[in-house]
């Protein structure tokens, strides 16, 4: 039997879903990117507008009776490639599901639709007394569906952990249109396996995430306190993670940026450039010891030999540190990247940056949740496409990190960036177990074909899987 043709399937999704279908030529180049800056090969089939649940299940059942390949998507502010829309493919927009349904002050929790803007949810946490801290710097305009999908982290990480902390439980829709609920509305739950931690993180290749119940925080009331470290080299400001982490503080935030990133920004937001080669350290606290928290770390940092300053709600800080993206945007085009190492590593992964700098004559400012071992280095260039040197520059970062015991993505995800890279820090035994989890909850690959899992592979898989079940055949 011959496949359907493509406008047969848009006959079919318009008939189920009427003005939900959008082919508009314009409307579709915005989804062939995202924020990472790859383009997709060609237009997708089409955008379907889903408002809820009922219309994904639509998509999803017409897509598995047709064969046809979807790719979930919230608000495009993806790093990594991983809701780019290419030929053949259903566009499923999830962003205008953005109903709040539920805020219980009594259980700490709410129940959103995927597209709900995260900043949009905190907004609303706040006027019942409670806030949502996944805070990953996307926040104003990325969904708490995509930040569930990435397992999205932010500044907050180091003391209140990524988006998986606060996921208590998902509404899933499989590739063949089933609903499903995976986690517990309680705060503990062990009876099977964690199917929610499982979709956390899966970037839209094992299912299409519709609601979520997340945690909430009770807002502080008490003042937060800001430490700024101005570091005479890299080495110094690593140490003084080490020492910050060694000694036992916990801090909420713990920012280091290197003497490049800290140069670009001073001249972006206008302000005199930083004495020599400063990387500057910046650390919150909050809750009831604030204040004798934010001395301690002051004291730490100062016998590391840096200049500190200490004060309290000190957000232009913080804001110098928000500014890196804006301020590499005004350079050129940036590859923003994210690897994470073991915290202790971090002034070996520095160093490691600053010679590939010099072999591939790049430049790579870099930024870090330094609590977390995450660092953001930005690849900066020049052109529509990232060159093959930066890409060789940029393997050469991997490799090293994962040599480190780190990893390819702290907080952006795999998506079409990393893939290729995937088997090398996983190994054969780990890649073949995901991609079987894969196979189980997506046998057609309908789902966001070719991210994550590098096509090349999985046909390896594929073929050496049918030479194994002929040979036992033959047997």
Not at 75 to 81: F, Q, T, Y
Not at 260 to 271: C, D, F, I, T
Not at 434 to 444: A, C, M, R, V
């Amino acid at each position: 039997m011959n496949p359907p043709t493509a406008s047969a399937v848009l006959s079919l999704l318009v008939g189920a879903l009427e003005k939900s279908v959008i082919t508009e030529p314009e409307q579709l180049l915005v989804v062939q990117t995202d924020k990472s800056g790859q383009f997709s090969e060609g237009a997708p089939l089409c955008i379907v507008e889903a408002t809820g649940t009922e219309d994904v299940v639509a998509v999803l059942k017409i897509a598995s009776e047709t064969a046809t390949p979807v790719v979930t998507r919230g608000g495009g502010s993806g790093l990594a490639g991983g809701a780019i829309g290419g030929p053949g493919e259903i566009v499923l927009s999830l962003a205008k599901m953005n109903r709040i349904k539920e805020i219980s002050v009594d259980d700490r929790w709410a129940v959103v639709e995927a597209g709900v803007i995260n900043l949009d949810l905190n907004n609303a946490a706040r006027e019942q007394g409670l806030w949502f801290a996944p805070d990953p710097a996307s926040r104003h305009w990325s969904t708490v569906g995509g930040n569930i999908a990435t397992n999205a982290g932010g500044l907050l990480c180091v003391k209140y952990g990524v988006t998986r902390e606060a996921v208590l439980q998902l509404t899933v829709v499989l590739a063949d249109g089933e609903i499903v609920q995976f986690g517990h509305q309680t705060v503990k739950g062990v009876s099977g396996f964690d199917l929610a931690a499982l979709m956390v993180g899966s970037e839209g290749t094992l299912g299409v995430i519709t609601e979520a119940r997340v945690a909430l925080k009770p807002l502080d009331p008490n003042p937060v306190w800001t430490i700024s470290g101005l570091a005479a080299d890299i080495q110094l400001a690593t140490k003084s993670v080490e020492e910050t982490v060694r000694q036992g503080r916990q801090p909420a935030i713990l920012e280091l940026m290197d003497a490049p990133s800290v140069q670009h920004v001073a001249r972006y937001l206008g302000l005199e450039e930083m004495p020599g080669q400063s990387a500057q350290l910046i650390a919150q606290t909050d809750g009831a010891a604030a204040a004798g928290e934010a001395q301690a770390i002051a004291q730490i940092w100062r016998d590391c030999g840096l200049d500190v300053e200490v004060g309290q709600d000190r957000e232009d800080l913080l804001h110098f540190r928000r500014s890196m993206h804006p301020a590499m945007e005004t350079v050129g085009q940036v590859l923003i990247e994210d690897i994470a190492v073991p915290r202790s590593r971090l002034g070996e992964m520095f160093a490691e940056i600053r010679r590939i700098e010099k072999e591939f004559n790049v430049e790579i400012p870099t930024v870090a949740h330094a609590g977390d071992g995450n660092l953001h280095p930005n690849f900066i260039y020049q052109g529509d496409s990232v060159p093959a040197l930066i890409w060789d520059a940029a393997d050469a970062m991997f490799r090293y990190a994962v040599s480190l015991g780190g990893t390819l993505t702290g907080e952006h995800g795999v998506g079409l960036l990393k893939r290729r890279w995937l088997e090398d820090e996983l190994g054969p035994v780990q890649w073949k177990i995901h991609w079987g989890i894969k196979k189980l909850f997506d046998p057609q690959g309908i789902l966001n074909p070719g991210k994550v899992f590098d096509p090349r592979l999985t046909e390896m898989s594929a073929s050496n899987e049918e030479f194994v079940a002929k040979q036992n055949h033959r047997d």
